[in-house]
């Protein structure tokens, strides 16, 4: 089974840009989560899914932050525009079943770097 | 407060050792404990989880979870240099997930 696929797995671009990130979670898999990890830090949600609706996006900044899930599967998260703050790990993570879950498949994360 | 607090290390220790990573936590109804491993430039991995309080033993490992001291432990016997990485502690309450901060852990040959 493959696990969960994030894409680009590095990507640096200059302040003021705007950036995209994509994840395929496992298929199957309803629950679909984004973190974003700083350096020497744990995960931190930015917006969880549940199938096709963002039911918790409290901690997404929305100003320049965007996300979407079509179809509930594929999701992709949006950067516009990019500040040097934003470099950090974005990690896409998904869980089989919505409820209580203890399961979370994270993917390899993408590295951003704004310079 | 943070939800869950835990000592970022790093920590360092010979091969063989027995190694102790801990977590703290404030809020009582968290259900599921969780230890993740992270190697360098990977997404976290799921180790072992944890329902209610108790212990719960997989080969080396052994995560222990003490809800009235609102401690979790994860102990690793016999830690070998594939060990070395960044061990993360999460809690989960319904679908929503606490992470520490995480625990970097140096096995030496």
């Known amino acids: 089974e493959a696990g969960v696929v994030q894409s680009p797995r590095y990507k640096i671009i200059e302040k003021k840009q705007p950036v995209a990130f994509w994840c395929n979670p496992i298929s199957g898999h309803n629950t679909l989560y984004w973190y974003r990890q700083n350096l020497g830090q744990g995960p931190e949600l930015l917006i969880r899914?549940?199938?096709?609706?963002?039911?918790?996006d409290s901690q997404l900044p929305k100003d320049r932050f965007s996300a979407e899930r079509l179809k509930g599967v594929d999701s992709t998260l949006k950067i516009q525009p990019a500040e040097l703050g934003d470099s950090a790990v974005y990690l896409c993570?998904?869980?089989?079943?919505?409820?209580?879950?203890?399961?979370?498949?994270f993917g390899p994360g993408t590295r951003l770097t704004v310079t | 407060q943070k939800e869950v607090e835990q000592d970022p290390g790093p920590l360092s220790v010979p091969e063989g050792a027995i190694v102790s990573l801990n977590c703290t936590y404030s809020?009582?109804?968290?259900?599921?404990f969780m230890w993740y491993r992270q190697y360098s430039r990977k997404g976290p991995e799921l180790l072992m989880y944890t329902y209610s309080s108790g212990n719960k033993e997989d080969g080396r490992f052994t995560a222990q979870v003490d809800k009235s001291s609102k401690y979790i432990s994860l102990f690793i016997r016999d830690s070998q240099p594939s060990d070395s990485a960044t061990y993360l502690c999460?809690?989960?309450?319904?679908?929503?997930?606490?992470f520490g901060t995480g625990t970097s852990l140096t096995v030496i040959p």
């Open positions: 899914y549940e199938n096709e609706e963002a039911v918790d």
């Open positions: 809020n009582s109804a968290f259900q599921y």
């Open positions: 993570a998904s869980s089989p079943s919505t409820g209580d879950l203890y399961e979370q498949y």
């Open positions: 999460a809690m989960s309450l319904g679908n929503q997930f606490y």
